[in-house]
Structure formats: C-alpha cells, structure tokens
C-alpha cells in the first residue's frame, strides 16, 4: 500500500483516487472548491481519508497555508504535485489512459514495491520518445 501525500489541480484526481484506493491519506489541493469538494467526495464515498484544500499557487501565503496543513496529516513516504497529466497517443497506436496507464505507475513508486527506486523520472509515454527520435 502507498503511504503517500497527494496533490494536484484539475486532471489529477485520477491519481489522488487510486492513491486513496490503495489505502493512502490524500490532500486534494486545487484552485477551485468545486474542484476540490468533487474529488474528497468520491474518495470519501468509497471509504477513503482525504483533506480538501483551496489554493491559488500564485499566492505565497496560501502555498505556506496548504504546507502547513497537509504537514498535519500523519508521516508520508512520497509527497506528489502534478498539473494535468495528459497521456498521448503512441507508438501503439491508441491513446494512454490517466487512470490505467500513468496513475498505476505513480502508485507503484510510492508504494512497498518501489521503495528502493529512487531518483528515477519516467515518461510512461507508450514509447512516444521512441517515436520522436526517428
């Protein structure tokens, strides 16, 4: 199970919700309350811990207030922020997934499996950078 903090604006819910699926605390920061009410709902539906938070990163004071209040929430091995995750069309010839192709890989590094991977950026691209070299 991932022990993890998670983060991010609109797109990124995918993620946070496999995260709390999986058994994680998750903080769910975005810019809009609307936003932010969607996502803790449907953790929360399905039985998950999440924290909602307002915040416009443009403003300092409200990034040191959302640190502040995620770094209440119990220990975590991974802390993740992400923009919106687009996932391209590959080399194979269809379109990645959010949910089944980039949130499973963002899980699996934070979780028990991953934990001695460390300073790795991957690109779950379905081999676009392949592709792009030619």
Request: hydrophobic residues 45%.
């Amino acid at each position: 199970m991932p022990r993890g903090k998670w983060s991010g604006g609109e797109g990124t819910d995918r993620i946070a919700k496999l995260f709390a699926a999986q058994g994680a605390m998750v903080a769910v920061v975005s810019r809009t309350a609307e936003n932010v009410d969607q996502v803790v709902i449907h953790i929360q539906a399905a039985g998950g811990i999440a924290l909602g938070i307002v915040c416009d990163i443009a403003d300092s004071d409200q990034i040191t207030a959302t640190v502040d209040k995620v770094n209440v929430m119990p220990v975590a091995d991974t802390w993740g922020t992400a923009a919106d995750v687009p996932a391209p069309t590959n080399v194979l010839g269809r379109y990645g997934s959010p949910e089944e192709d980039i949130a499973p890989v963002v899980v699996y590094f934070a979780s028990k499996d991953g934990q001695f991977l460390t300073g790795y950026s991957l690109s779950p691209d379905g081999g676009q950078i392949i592709e792009s070299a030619r």
